[in-house]
């Protein structure tokens, strides 16, 4: 078709818009292939492992060894799993290390080998921050091992130290596994699969717990799959991937969908009598809808081949980013065209069937009225109509009526721009978030920095300068989904100290159950309210009535006084689980189960931010390119349309600053309006997803500070001056002779 010849020319003296266009398709398609691939590997990958290395269902610790194990798997048609645990702690590192299972939780070689007597297996990612390699020497104590290999344990998919930790600090904390020869003294750890999965695991659980607990089985902690971070973590970013793959895409295809509509509508619209002579010369609706549709066919093929290509090369190395946060084995990567495919049918889809509708518009207009152009002449919208605009002077005037004669243009501008606003205020609030939960005063109420957790319960006093505590956690109902911890507390504490919201002390006396002000706004809570709940480890039931409220940001607690609390557990007076202190103490290493420090989780979230720097930069740089090409193409659409007036001016003697203040400036205030309206709309959003958090015991709060703010706005105003600067050349390039040309006969 002899139309088609003009295609290549058309393209190239209008590059930028096009090139713009092509941008925004190659990262749509490119997001789509690259996450849905990473999506369907790492789902894949994390089933087999599962599968394959008998991932457990729940897991508990004792002090005293089981030695029925075989006919608990036989009374509870189960498969249970017995390994040692010992955790070395030197220089400020811990080390967790584990002799090998057989059955539940079956340690998988990623590089190596398993080691034997004198060696060590570590997990990749606390070598790799440390620097050590395999055939490396590992001093533990006096002791010395050789690194044999890296591993990976199923029920540390996602290694997390303790419970209520979410990110990962493998400079500081590790796994390995160990011969059995090599550890002393340790905790045991049974891990349990049951056979039948089609079944309620906290149900059938019951049973095996009373079953222990009857018989003399001491358990010292109880954690079911579902409700363990180390394991659910991994599910939750598959599901992230695979929802960020549909949505972030779509939202950038449907943003450049608009825009070559908004393109190709004004090129027809320029050439509308042209179209006309041809119906008149013989040529048919179906044949000209053929040569515009062919723009979009041929943007959304090159962008969505070149888009798919280079999600294909990427999606390895995202892939490989996530290995290190999960460490799991890989057993293949698929690189199926099904996603590449797929990319391209809907990225062909959208951005022609979004231009078909744009194009009939106007070739459903009989042919008289096209070579007249009587469709193009704007009409006086009702809300020009109703502006008293006689008291301003020309330009103003001008500028506003160019606004307001596309209302459709602007609501897109307004919206392109706050979507371009979203993107920028995903990274920065995310990193004023992690920033707040860094800094905020975490000792508002704990003021210790090393707490002791003892394997068994004593009587004995602590150390000087030390107090006792005891903690047990409890869940508000059998789905386990929301836990709190009850915290016995000496009466008269150095270390702990709780104020209500207008700062007065509160006294931690018998008769107190004072609730943290950030459990109270979680479930709803006030002074006077009974609060009923489970114990974890022996699923006996309890309820309190709330006395006080304790203003602190600091986790979902419940605290009473140490007397109380054994009252209540039915312990013996002085009895307690843990000491604090605010100096490191002496204590029997056999002892100890496990010592905290608060500093941990600053230090995790400051790793966690120097992580996420790369992510931020990458996502400001997204949204400034979005919302350079939005900009972009509407002001250089409104200049196709005003050629003539501009050339007009320009007869008349205007310079060159007033034209482009006429002509461009004029969008400046709806710039300012779409970045107003995309900033609450993405602090909304990542409130929203800190709110599935908080589903998970992951506690943030989305916070975003003015300077954020403002550099925000910093971006987006100078992704108008580039626009309009750019914008500014085509001015330029209008010569006066486009005055000289008729509208109408």
């Known amino acids: 078709m002899k139309l088609n010849k003009s295609i290549l020319r058309v393209m190239k003296e209008n590059m930028g818009k096009y090139l713009g266009m092509l ?25 087999e492992y599962v599968r394959k290395n008998v991932q457990e269902d729940l897991e508990f610790y004792t002090l005293n060894k089981i030695n029925d194990i075989g006919k608990i798997e036989s009374k509870f048609n189960l498969k249970m799993d017995e390994a040692i645990v010992k955790e070395y702690e030197d220089g400020g590192k811990t080390l967790r290390l584990f002799t090998p299972n057989e059955k539940v939780n079956i340690t998988s070689v ?78 045991y750890l049974y891990s349990v699969k049951y056979n039948n999965e ?50 972030l895409p779509t939202i950038i295809l449907l943003i450049t969908v608009v825009l070559i509509s908004i393109v190709l509508g004004r090129m027809i619209k320029n050439e509308m009598a ?44 995202i892939f490989d980013l996530f290995l290190e946060f999960f460490p799991i084995p890989v057993e293949k990567l698929s690189y199926s065209p099904i996603y590449f495919i797929l990319g391209i049918i809907l990225c062909g889809l959208f951005t022609v069937v979004g231009s078909y509708i744009s194009i009939n518009k106007i070739l459903k207009s009989s042919p008289v009225l096209l070579m007249n152009n009587e469709i193009k002449i704007k009409k006086v919208n009702k809300i020009e109509r109703k502006i008293n605009l006689s008291k301003f002077k020309f330009k103003t005037k001008f500028a506003i009526r160019e606004q307001l004669r596309s209302i459709p243009r602007l609501v897109f501008l307004v919206t392109g721009v706050a979507i371009a606003t979203v993107f920028l205020m995903y990274g920065f609030i995310a990193k004023c978030s992690m920033g707040y939960a860094i800094n905020q005063d975490s000792n508002d109420v704990f003021s210790y920095n090393y707490e002791y957790i003892l394997k068994q319960p004593t009587t004995d006093k602590p150390p000087v300068g030390s107090e006792e505590i005891s903690g047990i956690r409890f869940a508000i109902d059998s789905t386990l989904k929301d836990k709190f911890e009850l915290l016995g507390v000496s009466k008269n504490s150095q270390m702990v ?102 500093s941990n989780m600053k230090d995790m979230l400051a790793d966690y931010m120097d992580l996420m720097e790369a992510f931020i930069y990458g996502i400001a740089v997204v949204a400034f390119i979005i919302g350079i090409i939005i900009v972009y193409i509407i002001a250089s659409t409104s200049i196709e349309e005003n050629k003539n007036h501009i050339a007009l001016m320009k007869v008349f003697g205007y310079k060159k600053k007033e034209i482009n203040s006429m ?38 709060e989305a916070k975003i500070n003015l300077p954020y703010i403002l550099i925000g706005f910093v971006i987006i105003a100078l992704t108008f001056e580039i626009s309009k600067s750019i914008c500014s050349r085509k001015i330029e390039k209008i010569a006066l002779s486009e005055a000289l040309k008729t509208q109408k006969d």
């Not at 940001?553 to 209540?568: A, L, P």
Request: charged share 20%; glycine share 8%.
């Open 23 to 47: 941008y925004m398709l190659i990262l749509s398609v490119f997001l789509f292939v690259s996450l849905n691939l990473t999506a369907q590997n790492l789902r894949y990958n994390k089933d």
């Open 497 to 598: 100290s709780l104020k209500d919201k207008h700062g007065k002390e509160i006294n931690i006396n018998d008769n107190k159950f004072i609730i943290s002000s950030k459990m109270a706004k979680k479930y709803k809570l006030d002074i006077g309210d009974k609060l009923s709940f489970i114990n974890i480890l022996d699923d006996k039931k309890y309820s309190i009535k709330i006395t006080d409220i304790a203003k602190t940001n600091t986790g979902d607690y419940v605290f009473t006084s140490i007397d109380n609390f054994n009252k209540m557990m039915g312990l013996k007076k002085g009895e307690h689980s843990a000491i604090i202190s605010k100096t490191p103490i002496k204590l029997d290493k056999d002892s100890v189960y496990m010592v905290n420090t608060p």
């Open 110 to 187: 990623l590089e190596g080998s398993m080691p034997r007597s004198g060696e060590i297996a570590l997990d990749p990612q606390f070598a790799k921050s440390n620097k050590l390699n395999i055939g490396d020497n590992y001093r533990i104590g006096d002791s010395s091992y050789k690194i044999s290999g890296f591993i990976a344990i199923p029920n540390y998919a996602y290694i997390l130290e303790k419970e209520g930790d979410f990110i990962n600090n493998p400079n500081e904390f590790g796994i390995g596994i160990i011969n059995e020869k090599d550890i002393k003294n340790g905790t």
């Open 663 to 700: 002509m461009l400036n004029g969008s400046r205030i709806y710039v300012i309006i779409g970045y107003i309206i995309g900033v609450p709309i993405g602090y909304i959003i990542i409130n929203l997803i800190f709110k599935i958090f908080e589903e998970l015991d992951i506690a943030l």
């Open 198 to 247: 089609n079944q309620n695991i906290y149900d059938i659980s019951k049973n095996l717990k009373t079953y222990l607990n009857e018989n003399g089985v001491n358990i010292i902690d109880w954690v079911y799959a579902k409700n363990n971070l180390k394991i659910s973590v991994l599910d939750i970013e598959v599901i992230a991937i695979s929802t960020y793959s549909i949505v």
């Open 274 to 317: 042209g179209i006309g002579t041809l119906y008149a010369l013989g040529y048919r609706k179906k044949e000209i809808m053929r040569h515009y549709l062919n723009y979009p066919i041929i943007l959304s093929l090159t962008g969505g081949v070149i888009g798919g290509t280079i999600g294909l090369i990427v999606q390895k190395y």
